[in-house]
């Protein structure tokens, strides 16, 4: 049974920077493909990137349009964990961010996930 916790988010203004991260525990996350999603407000829960798993720490990555080019995610398999480097913040990037986990590569969906962490909110201020 995998655990994940993610923590790092915060108040932040407009252009500015958090870095998330997501610790886990129960398994190793080089032996899953992680992603992290978002839930803004009375909205469905969306995709925002992934990273394969790789026993060689070489992944692929993979991001949602509206945070490519701002946004990196990255692993690191002697922590355990798993980060999520957000830059020049907007206030739609307001929600609760959440980690999650599978095998045999990762998806778009969230109901194709098998472990989900408990999130962690991010508010942009204008």
């Known amino acids: 049974q995998v655990q994940l916790v993610e923590s790092g988010g915060g108040l932040v203004q407009a252009g500015g920077s958090l870095r998330l991260s997501c610790a886990a525990s129960g398994g190793t996350v080089s032996s899953y493909d992680m992603a992290w999603f978002r839930q803004a407000p009375g909205k469905e829960r969306e995709f925002v990137a992934a990273?394969?798993?790789?026993?060689?720490?070489?992944?692929?990555?993979d991001y949602a349009d509206s945070v490519k080019g701002r946004f990196t995610i990255s692993r690191d398999n002697a922590k355990n964990t798993v980060y999520l480097q957000m830059n020049s913040l907007k206030p739609e990037d307001t929600a609760v961010y959440y980690c999650a986990a599978k095998r045999w590569g990762y998806s778009y969906y969230p109901d194709d996930y098998t472990y989900w962490g408990q999130g962690t909110q991010v508010t942009v201020s204008s």
């Open positions: 990273i394969t798993w790789s026993e060689r720490s070489v992944s692929s990555t």
